[in-house]
């Protein structure tokens, strides 16, 4: 599950509703993301939205890495979008395990080299089952929910 937590924030707390869980807007209900190895420090993901009618649409995919953070350089998961979608080169994710089941996250724009712009996300629960194919397949699909 995708959390975007902004407590005490009360604007950016409506911002953030009305871009990322809001089920009739183009976008979507944003459910979290998924991910898969590729490699032996190489993988790939994807995020996950719901709509009104029970479709969840798996798109924005992005490939993985374990690399330095560009906030400490201290080791993170980086989740490069570029490599799936031109207009999305410079966004760039970053996730560090706190437990179990919770993962603390930062979205990013990336201008040579460095952050520019800040958004913080967190991914919690047990994972789902990959939904696609290998790289290079649309994973696009419409599936009902099961819960």
């Known amino acids: 599950m995708g959390l975007v937590p902004n407590g005490g924030e009360p604007q950016r ?3 953030t509703g009305g871009f990322m ?4 807007s183009p976008r ?14 190489a993988g790939e993901g994807y995020n996950r939205y719901r709509y009104p009618d029970g479709r969840i649409d798996r798109r ?12 400490d350089g201290r080791p993170s998961l980086l989740m490069y979008y570029g ?12 996730i560090r395990r706190l437990d179990a089941h919770v993962h603390l996250g930062v979205g990013t724009l990336v ?10 996300f967190m991914l919690v629960g047990p ?4 939904m696609g194919g290998a790289r290079g397949e649309l994973v696009t699909d419409f599936v009902k929910p099961t819960r």
Do not use: C, M
Request: proline share 3%; hydrophobic share 25%; net charge negative.
């Open 13 to 15: 707390q409506a911002d």
């Open 21 to 24: 869980y809001d089920e009739t």
């Open 28 to 41: 979507g209900f944003w459910l979290g993301k998924a991910f898969r190895r590729t490699g032996p420090n």
């Open 60 to 71: 924005d995919r992005f490939t993985t890495e374990i690399g330095p953070s560009l906030l």
């Open 83 to 94: 490599a799936f979608n031109a207009r999305s080169t410079s966004f760039v994710d970053e």
């Open 111 to 120: 201008k040579d080299g460095k952050r520019t712009e800040r958004g913080h």
């Open 127 to 130: 994972t789902d089952d990959w």
